[in-house]
């Protein structure tokens, strides 16, 4: 019931890097798998990655060895790094949480943010 907030989203150039953000007002997801989601314009959200409560990350074929995910316990933030930003990385991000492992379903998760906006230019 905590409210996740992601922020970082901005208009980045291709090639370039981005940092986005979701943080929660306490540890309410310290157990959680958090997931990072994306819904290109006009297309179905997909899954970019997963981090579990033990660290273990998954990310999207689609943007392996660009985007890393990463998670610190104390400040209650999990982020994405986005690096070498192509034109298909744009879209609205959002992070989500459930219980337990993680999942590549969107149904899956419970908790979800209000998205943040990621635009790439050329």
């Known amino acids: 019931q905590v409210p996740l907030v992601e922020s970082g989203g901005s208009s980045g150039q291709a090639g370039e890097s981005l940092r986005l953000t979701c943080a929660a007002t306490?540890?309410?997801?310290?157990?959680?798998?958090v997931a990072w989601f994306r819904q290109p314009q006009e297309k179905e959200s997909e899954a970019v990655a997963t981090i579990d409560e033990n660290k273990i990350i998954n990310l999207a074929d689609s943007v392996k060895g660009r985007f890393s995910i990463s998670r610190d316990f104390a400040k209650n933030i999990v982020y994405l790094d986005m690096d070498s930003l192509e034109p298909a990385d744009a879209g609205m991000y959002y992070c989500?949480?459930?219980?337990?492992?993680?999942?590549?379903?969107?149904?899956?998760?419970?908790?979800w943010g209000q998205g943040t906006q990621v635009t790439v230019s050329s």
């Open positions: 306490e540890n309410a997801y310290s157990r959680y798998c």
């Open positions: 989500a949480a459930r219980k337990y492992g993680c999942r590549w379903e969107s149904s899956a998760y419970a908790f």
